[in-house]
Nanobody
Framework: QVHLVESGGGLVQAGGSLMLSCVAYGNIFSMIHMAWHRQAPGKQRELVATINSDGSTNYPDSVKRRFTISRNNAKNTMYLQINSLKPEDTAVYYC?????????WGQGTQVTVSS
């Protein structure tokens, strides 16, 4: 069993930066990939960054130049650096883990960007 805990959200002004963290408690040695998703009020949850087991990353075009996903294997921690924050980045950000036979979600961390 794996448990994911996000942190690092908060209230920031437009143009600012945040780094979100996701700690994975449990054995994730056989992970397929990890990712960050977000869900804004009244909208569907959307994928914003993926990091694969080989360290390769993927982003949708909408966030590609502002979001950076990374991972520290020794700490079982994944990060999301968000720069040049915009009000439309306001959402709950969720950590996601895909294992061979299970997927896991964190509880989410709120990011609010004021204009």
């Amino acid at each position: 069993q794996v448990h994911l805990v996000e942190s690092g959200g908060g209230l920031v002004q437009a143009g600012g930066s945040l780094m979100l963290s996701c700690v994975a408690y449990g054995n994730i040695f056989s992970m397929i990939h990890m990712a960050w998703h977000r869900q804004a009020p009244g909208k569907q949850r959307e994928l914003v960054a993926t990091i694969n087991s080989d360290g390769s990353t993927n982003y949708p075009d909408s966030v590609k130049r502002r979001f950076t996903i990374s991972r520290n294997n020794a700490k079982n921690t994944m990060y999301l650096q968000i720069n040049s924050l915009k009000p439309e980045d306001t959402a709950v950000y969720y950590c996601y883990l895909m294992m061979p036979f299970n997927i896991y979600w964190g509880q989410g961390t709120q990011v609010t960007v004021s204009s």
